[in-house]
């Protein structure tokens, strides 16, 4: 297993969930000499795309789980043979290195058989009655090619397991899908394997989690939410804080440590701050939020204002996209009392954009509550202009809703003014009714 280090935010994930895994990547690599990858679980969206392009960024690395696969067993520089090596040569090269089983693999590196230390045992019992051993024939001759248990690289180590106990061969040699050998793995390498490493930005609910996130070794979280399910076997470093974005924070380590991060880092956090609290317009902003976004701005040469609108409405256009593509773009899922609640957000900068979808966006949360069996399924239309959030819902639970914002009997929908936070003010309220 590599020592990479990987940085990722939520699923579904919005501006801030990229731009805190990008920057606090950098801060790794070059500040704490670790090897971090910015990594991302779901697709960029609109406001996140228009981000990154500004400030010429690439996209993080997709992962779409993290479960460990028969590659993340490999060590580097695989040990092969070619088929025309004579045997002489492949036992003394297996002897110098103290391998039991040596891969014998063409020009291209494909694999062609293999050859044990039993093989050799074998032939050299057999070089007893015939009285001469063949050293200086090649040892393709003599290798092993059929009833061979190979692997792919990406084999799940789950589904891999079972087979590893049950054929009880010493080594199981892994190809890529143009079968070129990458190594052996072993029944010892199942005992070592450690997940891969993680920290864990803008998120602690495993819900919200990359896929395969309980066989991951997570070594940080970083947040701003409320404290929820991810488990660790053994203590880490937790911070969160209550912020209205995770750039913050990561804004304050990069001050902790006296260091001044390079223009486009600047920029993209405070870009994820301007995000997070709408320009500053949500009541999850905070002094420090006002403090590092204009810090950073300052660094970066950045107009807050100017370049919070133009984000914004890069993020609400609504042109092309289905209803389903809006309610997940930013999407959550929580678990409040027995209740399974998704709610989706989306920023408006034009109201009348986004009218005309209302009866789509209406059937797509339907069809989410009978898809995933959510409880109830609400969509935020945060109103920049407006200073408030149209809420759609539907689901067993919307007496709920109901209930906490006064909503009349049998609606989908109503309108709460100054009501601009999932977090804040749409998440505390259903929990106190739900659990």
């Not at 690439?58 to 092969?80: F, G, T």
């Not at 989690?209 to 409320?226: K, N, T």
């Amino acid at each position: 297993m590599s020592d990479e280090l990987y940085i990722i935010g939520h699923q579904n994930p919005d501006t801030d969930s990229i731009v805190a895994a990008i920057a606090y990547a950098y801060f790794k690599t070059e500040f704490q000499d670790k090897r971090a990858i910015p990594s991302r679980c779901g697709k960029i969206n609109g406001e996140t795309a228009f981000v990154l392009d500004y400030f010429k960024q690439e996209e993080p690395i997709l992962l779409e789980d993290v479960k460990p696969r028969a590659r993340d067993m490999l060590k580097a520089d695989p040990v092969a043979t070619l088929a025309d090596v004579s045997l002489r040569e492949a036992g003394n090269q297996m002897r110098q290195l103290g391998i039991k089983t040596l891969a014998v693999v063409d020009d291209s590196d494909r694999l062609l058989g293999l050859l044990t230390v039993g093989d050799l045992a074998r032939l050299l019992l057999e070089a007893w009655d015939i009285g001469s051993f063949p050293m200086d024939e090649p040892v393709g001759k003599f290798m092993r090619t059929e009833n061979l248990v190979v692997f792919q690289d990406d084999d799940l180590v789950e589904e891999i397991k079972p087979t590893m106990l049950e054929t009880r061969f010493r080594n199981y040699p892994v190809v890529d899908a143009n079968q070129r050998y990458l190594g052996m793995v072993s029944r010892y390498n199942l005992l070592a394997l450690r997940g891969k490493k993680l920290v864990l930005v803008d998120h602690n609910e495993k819900s919200q989690a990359v896929h395969g996130v309980e066989q991951a070794e997570v070594l940080e979280i970083i947040d701003h939410h409320r404290i929820a399910d991810v488990e660790t076997p053994e203590p880490i470093m937790m911070r969160n804080e209550p912020v209205g974005s995770t750039a913050t924070i990561i804004s304050k380590i990069y001050n902790e440590h006296e260091i001044v991060p390079p223009p486009k880092i600047a920029g993209l956090l405070c870009a994820a701050i301007l995000s997070d609290t709408l320009i500053f317009k949500s009541p999850t902003t905070t002094f420090a939020d006002k403090k590092y976004a204009a810090q950073m701005a300052a660094v970066s040469g950045l107009d807050m204002i100017d370049f919070g609108k133009a984000m914004f409405r890069a993020g609400s256009t609504v042109a092309g996209r289905t209803g389903q593509d809006i309610l997940f773009e930013d999407f959550k899922e929580f678990h409040l009392g027995s209740s399974v609640v998704g709610i989706g957000q989306i920023e408006v900068v034009d109201a009348d954009l986004i009218k005309g979808k209302i009866a789509e966006l209406l059937a797509a949360l339907q069809e989410a509550e009978r898809e995933k069996g959510y409880d109830l399924v609400i969509l935020m239309l945060t109103d920049l202009m407006r200073d408030g959030t149209e809420l759609l819902f539907t689901g067993r639970q919307s007496r709920v809703v109901e209930k906490a914002f006064n909503a009349g009997p049998g609606q989908n929908s109503i309108f709460l003014p100054g009501v601009m936070s999932r977090k804040k003010q749409v998440v505390p309220p259903l929990s106190r009714y739900l659990q």
